[in-house]
């Protein structure tokens, strides 16, 4: 673990300014890490609506893959893991409990 000195050492407040949660950072972590800083917005939303396992998952294939589009194929693991199933109303409701007449 880095030490507050350190930290404050390294902190550049022209280039760190907009990252303030830490579902920021690894949103920019991973735009870093797929060599897709353009898209950092998207990645900071992913990473704060989407289980972390499932993105951590999709990056550690991307990452053994050695692919040359990483952001593309991460998006497919993703889409592949279920991560933009959108949930239902039918799906929250529980019509299985209810009798039928």
């Known amino acids: ?3 507050i ?3 404050l050492k390294n ?5 760190d300014k907009y990252v303030s949660r830490e579902y920021q950072s690894f949103g920019v972590h991973l735009s870093e890490k797929l ?3 353009a898209r950092k917005g998207l990645y900071i939303k992913m990473a704060k609506n989407l ?4 993105l951590e998952q999709a ?10 589009k990483k952001g593309a194929l991460f998006m497919w693991k993703l889409k592949e893991l279920g991560a933009f199933k959108k949930k239902t ?5 529980p ?3 209810i009798p039928s007449e």
């Open 59 to 68: 990056l550690r294939f991307v990452m053994d893959s050695g692919a040359r």
């Open 1 to 3: 673990m880095d030490s």
């Open 35 to 37: 060599d897709d800083t």
């Open 11 to 15: 902190f550049n407040p022209l280039e």
């Open 95 to 97: 019509t299985h409990l």
């Open 51 to 54: 289980p972390r396992p499932v």
């Open 5 to 7: 000195k350190k930290i």
């Open 89 to 93: 109303q039918s799906d929250s409701s």
